[in-house]
């Protein structure tokens, strides 16, 4: 069966109730230094209850055209998210916005600081 972005997606990874493995999708704020940050040993699958070794993260949302940017044009929003020192069972990325220019000619990458709605699908390993 092809795959479809438009249909819902399950998280059947959160069901295998691994003790050391997490996943999930996460929405929330970054800090005024640009760190986003995720329990990752919470949940009903478990996932790591003292020390996560290992994240990723990537960006969850569209990109698409926001209230925010209507009116300079048709302009993409991606987020990047570099893995931290974990604190404990939380996960720590930096997380950096990616604007595109209308045109698809222009890239201007900034800090993403004190940014609502940001929103990744995250992967944790620990112990």
Same mark, same amino acid.
Request: hydrophobic share 40%.
């Given at each position: 069966?092809?795959? +479809?972005?438009?249909?819902?997606?399950? !998280?059947?990874?959160?069901?295998?109730?691994?003790?050391?493995?997490?996943?999930?999708?996460?929405?929330?704020?970054?800090? +005024?230094?640009?760190?986003?940050?995720?329990?990752?040993?919470?949940?009903?699958?478990?996932?790591?209850?003292?020390?996560?070794?290992?994240?990723?993260?990537?960006? !969850?949302?569209?990109?698409?055209?926001?209230?925010?940017?209507?009116?300079?044009?048709?302009?993409?929003?991606?987020?990047?998210?570099?893995?931290?020192?974990?604190?404990?069972?939380?996960?720590?990325?930096?997380?950096?916005?990616?604007?595109?220019?209308?045109?698809?000619?222009? +890239?201007?990458?900034?800090?993403?600081? +004190?940014?609502?709605?940001?929103?990744?699908?995250?992967?944790?390993?620990?112990?």
């Amino acid at each position: 069966m092809p795959a +479809s972005l438009a249909n819902p997606r399950e !998280e059947l990874w959160r069901f295998v109730g691994h003790p050391m493995m997490s996943t999930g999708v996460s929405r929330g704020t970054t800090t +005024s230094s640009g760190v986003f940050t995720v329990d990752v040993g919470a949940g009903p699958g478990g996932g790591p209850q003292r020390q996560v070794l290992f994240n990723i993260a990537y960006d !969850e949302a569209n990109g698409a055209r926001t209230a925010a940017n209507i009116s300079i044009g048709t302009r993409g929003t991606f987020f990047d998210f570099q893995p931290l020192v974990p604190n404990g069972r939380v996960a720590r990325w930096r997380v950096r916005r990616n604007q595109i220019s209308a045109g698809g000619t222009q +890239s201007t990458m900034v800090l993403a600081t +004190s940014i609502s709605g940001v929103t990744c699908r995250w992967f944790a390993v620990g112990i």
